[in-house]
């Protein structure tokens, strides 16, 4: 019978909840409560249904106090999880913001890590264009954050997905985070390898663009070639 094949310990049975949990993480890099809830949902189902895991929902009825001080447990603990992921996720984009920042300052040719005065209405119109981006994981998350336009109510959903599903998002966290720091210590280390491997792409073209501001703004004004030989 199906029910012997999805017995607790089978492959099928481990294969059902290895898949709920691959596709749960999946929607939790997404950011998808919907899905998230949608897999875990049909998971349970299947389980409930095709496997004899019904002696456990009948103790869960015998004792429910129990069931509900569990509950309870297992919600607060999700809570306190909460607000460690919060501070976690708004720190990566402080460091985009950083990262942003410094990128624009050397495209002025400022190297210092402060924005002047008289450039800081500059930064800020370049800031907004992040406004409505089509990439709201790194560009509109940048503008709430740079003009002070975050509030947890937008981010409900969010902030549910790690209450309800923390475990997940924990084994994740402790997976994801010593790989991505491996990955960035790397990269940190081999920095002038891949800078020196773009010029060397490079050499050939070197003289061919003007990369003097003052030259291009000149141009700018006044009249464009056309790209075209007579």
Known sequence: MLCETIAIGSLLFWAIIGLAVVL????LE???????????ILALTALTVLSPIKPFLLLIVAHPIT???CIFLYLV???IYSLFKWDRFWNKVKVRYEEEKTAWLISN???DGIIPSD???SWSLYVERFEGSFNRFKNERLYNFAFNKVSYVNYKPLITSWIVWW???LIWLLIDDPIRKMAEWFIFKFRAVYTWIVNRHRKSIANDIETD???LASARTGNRGTGFRA
């Open 24 to 27: 749960d993480w999946v929607f």
């Open 30 to 40: 997404k950011e998808s409560l919907g899905g998230l809830a949608l897999v875990t």
């Open 67 to 69: 069931a509900i001080l």
């Open 77 to 79: 603990l999700g809570g």
């Open 109 to 111: 040719r400022i190297h």
């Open 119 to 121: 450039l800081k209405v």
């Open 167 to 169: 475990p997940l998002s």
């Open 213 to 215: 501001p003052g030259v």
